[in-house]
């Protein structure tokens, strides 16, 4: 996953989603400063996932830091591929990124960028074209992973694998997130 302000940093100034919640803003749950809703999305060419994280970065004043205080997992497509069919179909989109740090005003966070998403389809045309805009700047020309860099076959042969088919380690991986993200929807 690639942040696409860190390769487009002049669009930060147009394109950067931000909001300013203040005392009595009626988002009482979260706390005061200045929200940046960064984006990060995958260019591996092998797959189209069509999927966003979302990172929240609060800003308590000019002199401070940013702070990570959500990340969110987002797709506008929720049938590309049969892995994100069944995550998808178990888990609500979006939702609270488990493998990421989420603070405790992170589910109404989600819940505030989950209405504006629903009420500002230009944001949501625009997260579709930065994620074709990332992955075509880090484009190269695909090559089978059975070759070498100069072109040749190397002596294994190459691996295949399915998507619908996971090692025993990927299933465990994907088993321990989905009951992370369950305990996180039912704590809301």
């Known amino acids: 996953m690639l942040g696409y302000f860190d390769h487009f940093p002049e669009k930060t100034k147009t394109e950067l989603r931000t909001a300013h919640f203040v005392e009595g803003s009626g988002e009482d749950l979260i706390p005061d400063g200045i929200y940046l809703f960064t984006e990060y999305f995958c260019t591996n060419p092998k797959c189209d996932c069509q999927r966003v994280l979302v990172k929240v970065l609060r800003v308590e004043s000019e002199e401070s830091r940013p702070e990570e205080v959500a990340t969110i997992s987002y797709t506008w497509n929720e049938h590309t591929d049969s892995i994100w069919t069944v995550v998808n179909a178990d888990m609500p989109n979006p939702f609270l990124d488990p493998f990421h740090r989420q603070t405790r005003c992170a589910s109404e966070l989600l819940e505030f960028w989950y209405d504006m998403v629903q009420r500002d389809t230009a944001y949501v045309d625009r997260l579709k ?60």
Do not use: D, F, M, N
């Open 129 to 188: 074209r930065h994620y074709h805009e990332l992955r075509a700047a880090h484009s190269e020309p695909s090559v089978p992973s059975w070759t070498t860099s100069s072109g040749t076959s190397s002596a294994a042969s190459p691996k295949t694998t399915t998507t619908s088919t996971l090692t025993r380690q990927e299933r465990r991986a994907r088993k321990r997130k989905l009951a992370q993200a369950k305990r996180i929807r039912k704590s809301r």
